[in-house]
């Protein structure tokens, strides 16, 4: 079994920056692939960031180049860097894992199996 415990949301200004971060707890060989989602009010949930087993990244076009997701395997840790928050990065931001994902399905929820419970972020202008 999997958790993944997501921290670090809280409430900035915009042009303000917040990093997050997704502990993983449990079967740590189940989650080689893992990402970064968000789902604003009213809204579907998205991809924005996901990062292979390899390090290799896949970004959203609305976060590209202010956004930067990493992983640190000896904490079994996920961060989501978010730098130039915009009002509309406004979403609960939830942590997805799963043994394999492919690639250019990275920022797909249905490719994820398993989930956080969701850290809030709100940009205010």
């Known amino acids: 079994q999997v958790q993944l415990v997501e921290l670090g949301g809280n409430s900035v200004q915009a042009g303000g920056s917040l990093r997050l971060s997704c502990a993983v707890r449990?079967?740590?060989?189940?989650?080689?692939?893992m990402g970064w989602f968000r789902q604003a009010s009213g809204k579907e949930r998205e991809g924005v960031a996901a990062?292979?087993?390899?390090?290799?990244?896949d970004y959203a076009d609305s976060v590209q180049g202010r956004f930067t997701i990493s992983k640190d395997n000896a904490k079994n840790t996920l961060y989501l860097q978010m730098n130039s928050l915009e009002p509309e990065d406004t979403a609960m931001y939830y942590c997805?894992?799963?043994?394999?994902?492919?690639?250019?399905?990275?920022?797909?929820?249905?490719?994820?199996?398993?989930w956080g419970q969701g850290t809030q972020v709100t940009v205010s202008s």
């Open positions: 990062i292979d087993r390899l390090g290799r990244t």
């Open positions: 449990g079967d740590i060989s189940s989650t080689l692939f």
């Open positions: 997805a894992a799963d043994l394999w994902v492919t690639r250019h399905l990275s920022l797909l929820r249905s490719s994820y199996k398993f």
